[in-house]
């Protein structure tokens, strides 16, 4: 099994930083693409950014040259920078990670998910 745990949300007020945080922990082989998800009261879960085990990333339009993706593959831990923060950004943060098991299998997983709100 697998388990992934995200930290460091928290309030903040516009214009303010926050650092999430996401480890992953078990029976694991190796991570693939590893990913920041959000939502927020209504609204569809949706894609922030994503970093693939070599470093490539991508970002959601509303959030480039703000947010910054990040991991560290030993420690088996992504990270998100999130710098000039929005009201608007106020969601549950998930982290999302294709895990390559011992047992060489592929599966995707979730976190529990840490709220993020951003006062005005």
């Known amino acids: 099994q697998v388990q992934l745990v995200e930290s460091g949300g928290g309030l903040v007020q516009a214009g303010g930083s926050l650092r999430l945080s996401c480890a992953a922990s078990?029976?694991?082989?190796?991570?693939?693409?590893m990913a920041w998800y959000r939502q927020a009261p209504g609204k569809q879960r949706e894609l922030v950014a994503a970093?693939?085990?070599?470093?490539?990333?991508n970002y959601a339009d509303s959030v480039k040259g703000r947010f910054t993706i990040s991991r560290d593959n030993p420690k088996n831990t992504m990270y998100l920078q999130m710098n000039s923060l929005k009201p608007e950004d106020t969601a549950v943060y998930y982290c999302?990670?294709?895990?390559?098991?011992?047992?060489?299998?592929?599966?995707?997983?979730w976190g529990q998910g840490t709220q993020v709100t951003v006062s005005s």
């Open positions: 970093i693939t085990s070599v470093g490539s990333t």
């Open positions: 078990g029976m694991i082989f190796g991570i693939n693409t």
């Open positions: 999302n990670a294709d895990v390559v098991s011992r047992y060489r299998t592929l599966s995707n997983y």
